[in-house]
Protein backbone atom coordinates (compact mmCIF):
# COMPACT_ATOMS: atom_id res chain seq x y z
CA UNK A 1 0.00 0.00 0.00
CA UNK A 2 1.92 2.92 1.02
CA UNK A 3 5.48 2.55 2.56
CA UNK A 4 7.96 5.27 3.99
CA UNK A 5 11.42 5.52 3.19
CA UNK A 6 13.81 7.67 5.71
CA UNK A 7 17.94 8.53 5.10
CA UNK A 8 20.05 10.55 6.15
CA UNK A 9 21.12 9.75 9.25
CA UNK A 10 24.59 9.00 10.43
CA UNK A 11 27.53 9.43 13.44
CA UNK A 12 28.82 12.96 14.05
CA UNK A 13 30.26 15.70 16.40
CA UNK A 14 28.45 17.67 18.86
CA UNK A 15 27.37 21.04 17.04
CA UNK A 16 27.27 19.13 13.28
CA UNK A 17 24.66 19.58 10.99
CA UNK A 18 22.34 16.45 8.83
CA UNK A 19 19.62 16.35 7.01
CA UNK A 20 17.25 13.75 7.21
CA UNK A 21 14.31 12.63 4.15
CA UNK A 22 11.82 10.73 3.99
CA UNK A 23 9.65 9.74 0.76
CA UNK A 24 6.17 8.25 0.54
CA UNK A 25 5.33 5.67 -2.25
CA UNK A 26 2.58 3.61 -3.08
CA UNK A 27 -0.75 4.12 -3.87
CA UNK A 28 -1.77 6.98 -1.62
CA UNK A 29 -3.93 10.11 -3.06
CA UNK A 30 -3.47 12.69 -0.21
CA UNK A 31 -0.94 13.21 2.20
CA UNK A 32 -1.50 15.42 4.92
CA UNK A 33 0.06 15.53 8.28
CA UNK A 34 3.75 14.47 8.47
CA UNK A 35 6.31 14.50 10.74
CA UNK A 36 9.38 13.43 12.26
CA UNK A 37 10.00 11.41 15.96
CA UNK A 38 12.44 9.89 17.79
CA UNK A 39 13.16 7.46 20.24
CA UNK A 40 16.65 6.98 22.52
CA UNK A 41 17.42 3.99 23.68
CA UNK A 42 15.79 3.08 26.90
CA UNK A 43 12.80 5.91 26.03
CA UNK A 44 9.61 6.67 24.93
CA UNK A 45 9.41 7.86 21.32
CA UNK A 46 8.90 11.83 20.91
CA UNK A 47 7.30 13.80 18.29
CA UNK A 48 9.88 15.98 17.24
CA UNK A 49 8.23 18.04 14.94
CA UNK A 50 5.11 17.78 12.57
CA UNK A 51 3.96 19.72 9.46
CA UNK A 52 0.89 19.90 7.63
CA UNK A 53 -0.02 20.85 4.29
CA UNK A 54 -0.20 24.27 4.03
CA UNK A 55 3.00 24.28 6.02
CA UNK A 56 1.97 25.00 9.47
CA UNK A 57 4.78 23.65 11.67
CA UNK A 58 4.88 22.74 15.72
CA UNK A 59 8.41 21.27 17.33
CA UNK A 60 9.27 19.79 20.73
CA UNK A 61 10.83 22.75 23.33
CA UNK A 62 14.19 21.22 23.00
CA UNK A 63 14.66 21.63 19.08
CA UNK A 64 13.16 24.99 18.65
CA UNK A 65 15.91 27.40 16.95
CA UNK A 66 17.60 24.44 15.71
CA UNK A 67 15.87 21.92 13.77
CA UNK A 68 13.38 23.02 10.63
CA UNK A 69 10.95 20.39 9.15
CA UNK A 70 9.83 20.99 5.70
CA UNK A 71 7.80 19.18 2.94
CA UNK A 72 8.05 18.75 -0.67
CA UNK A 73 4.21 18.24 -1.71
CA UNK A 74 5.01 17.22 -5.25
CA UNK A 75 7.52 14.68 -4.42
CA UNK A 76 5.93 13.13 -1.24
CA UNK A 77 8.57 14.17 0.61
CA UNK A 78 9.55 15.26 4.18
CA UNK A 79 12.90 16.68 5.40
CA UNK A 80 14.19 17.53 8.85
CA UNK A 81 17.07 20.11 8.76
CA UNK A 82 19.37 19.67 12.37
CA UNK A 83 21.84 22.40 13.25
CA UNK A 84 23.56 22.04 16.95
CA UNK A 85 23.33 18.71 17.31
CA UNK A 86 23.92 17.84 20.47
CA UNK A 87 24.58 14.32 21.90
CA UNK A 88 20.98 14.49 24.02
CA UNK A 89 19.37 14.03 19.87
CA UNK A 90 21.02 10.63 19.52
CA UNK A 91 18.06 8.65 18.70
CA UNK A 92 16.35 6.61 16.00
CA UNK A 93 14.32 9.24 13.72
CA UNK A 94 11.61 8.27 12.08
CA UNK A 95 8.84 10.05 9.83
CA UNK A 96 4.75 9.55 9.98
CA UNK A 97 2.45 10.52 7.33
CA UNK A 98 -1.20 11.03 7.52
CA UNK A 99 -2.50 9.01 3.90
CA UNK A 100 -5.13 8.57 2.26
CA UNK A 101 -4.85 4.82 0.42
CA UNK A 102 -7.24 2.22 -0.26
CA UNK A 103 -9.74 0.90 -3.09
CA UNK A 104 -12.65 3.82 -3.87
CA UNK A 105 -12.21 7.47 -1.72
CA UNK A 106 -9.42 5.60 -0.19
CA UNK A 107 -9.13 6.09 4.24
CA UNK A 108 -6.97 7.77 6.04
CA UNK A 109 -4.19 6.21 8.26
CA UNK A 110 -1.10 7.02 9.89
CA UNK A 111 1.81 4.94 8.12
CA UNK A 112 5.38 5.00 9.40
CA UNK A 113 9.20 4.73 8.04
CA UNK A 114 11.56 1.87 9.87
CA UNK A 115 14.18 4.48 11.23
CA UNK A 116 17.46 5.98 10.76
CA UNK A 117 20.05 6.02 13.50
CA UNK A 118 21.59 9.59 14.32
CA UNK A 119 24.48 9.48 16.58
CA UNK A 120 25.96 12.49 18.12
CA UNK A 121 29.25 12.16 19.86
CA UNK A 122 32.88 13.15 20.22
Known amino acids: QVQLRESGGDLLQPGGSLRLSCVAS????????MGWHRQAPGKAREQVAT???????TYMDSVKDRFTISRDNAKNTVYLQMNSLDPEDTAVYYC????????????????WGQGTQVTVSS
Open 96 to 111: SMRCRAGPGWGFWETY
Open 26 to 33: GSMTDISL
Open 51 to 57: ITRDGAT
